[in-house]
């Protein structure tokens, strides 16, 4: 790790960055080591539409559907004890049992047609302006790298310019 730089290259898109990763694994590097980072992040929200009563309604027909099988069942059960003995003392707890079954499955069904709040539906998406693709690498491998991507190193930054600095400083 001691003999490590970082290595940083600006894209303007995100297809850039991949292109450029594309194009180093190509050439052996190995892809694993790279981080690719959005810069200028920022969020978008896209109105996807309202979320009505009949979404409302969506969302609530299963618990009917489940309200009705229940009192079906139950009413069922009923007309086959009653075919077989008549059981007047069961017969009633047993009607308005189903009775309050289907009234708790119906009441928010009721109260969601009569209100009139819609509520507006989002897409939020997370999206960057420019993005960076870094690597912490050894000095050949990153010149290597710059090579393969073409990056521009400015003069002063450069291993030659380095070098002749302190060639001149001696």
Not at 7 to 18: D, G, K
Request: glycine share 4%; with cysteine; net charge neutral.
């Amino acid at each position: 790790m001691k003999n490590h730089k970082l290595f940083v290259a600006h894209f303007q898109t995100q297809q850039q960055a991949e292109d450029a990763i594309i194009k180093l694994k190509k050439h052996g590097y190995d892809i694993t080591k790279l981080s690719l980072i959005g810069t200028d992040c920022y969020t978008e929200q896209n109105v996807m539409g309202y979320y009505s009563i009949y979404d409302q309604m969506e969302k609530w027909s299963s618990i009917g559907l489940f309200a009705v099988g229940l009192t079906s069942v139950i009413f069922g059960t009923l007309f086959f004890f009653n075919l077989g003995a008549s059981l007047p003392m069961v017969k009633m707890p047993i009607i308005y049992a189903c009775i309050a079954v289907l009234i708790s499955a119906a009441i928010p069904l009721i109260i969601i047609s009569f209100s009139k709040d819609k509520t507006i539906e989002y897409k939020t998406e997370i999206r960057a302006h420019k993005f960076m693709l870094c690597a912490e690498e050894s000095a050949a491998n990153i010149e290597k790298m710059q090579s393969v991507l073409h990056v521009h190193i400015p003069k002063e930054n450069s291993l030659s310019e380095k070098e002749n600095q302190v060639l001149l400083e001696n």
